[in-house]
Nanobody, 130 residues
Framework: QVQLVESGGGLVQTGGSLRLSCAAS????????MGWFRQAPGAEREFVAV????????YYADSVKGRFTISRDNAKNTVYLQMNSLKPEDTAVYYC???????????????????????WGQGTQVTVSS
């Protein structure tokens, strides 16, 4: 059974940094895409960043490009989201997700869609104070 467990959230001031972790277990993730999504109160869950487990291809939402970096450690089965220059609008619950992406017809089209993902973590709260 696949489990995704996020950690690293917290309260930080504007301009600060946090690193989120997503520990994945339950199977081999070769052929998977791992994603970070976020959901603010009253808003839809939105795409943040994704990475392919095997070769490390990445893709970012425009709103976080240049500030956030997604990475993975295959030996630890963990995906990270390094968040720098945080803004109050980054305040949200951040979710880790996993999808078997080997058969996606277009990775750049499919990876930002939350409905593309098979597994989700429980989320970790990030609050950025102004």
């Amino acid at each position: 059974q696949v489990q995704l467990v996020e950690s690293g959230g917290g309260l930080v001031q504007t301009g600060g940094s946090l690193r989120l972790s997503c520990a994945a277990s339950g199977r081999t993730f070769s052929g998977y895409t791992m994603g970070w999504f976020r959901q603010a109160p009253g808003a839809e869950r939105e795409f943040v960043a994704v990475i392919t487990w095997s070769d490390g291809n990445t893709y970012y939402a425009d709103s976080v490009k240049g500030r956030f970096t997604i990475s993975r450690d295959n030996a630890k089965n963990t995906v990270y989201l390094q968040m720098n220059s945080l803004k109050p609008e980054d305040t949200a619950v951040y979710y880790c997700a996993a999808a078997m992406s080997r058969r996606w017809y277009n990775w750049y089209a499919m990876s930002p869609r939350k409905n593309s993902y098979d597994y989700w973590g429980q989320g970790t709260q990030v609050t950025v104070s102004s």
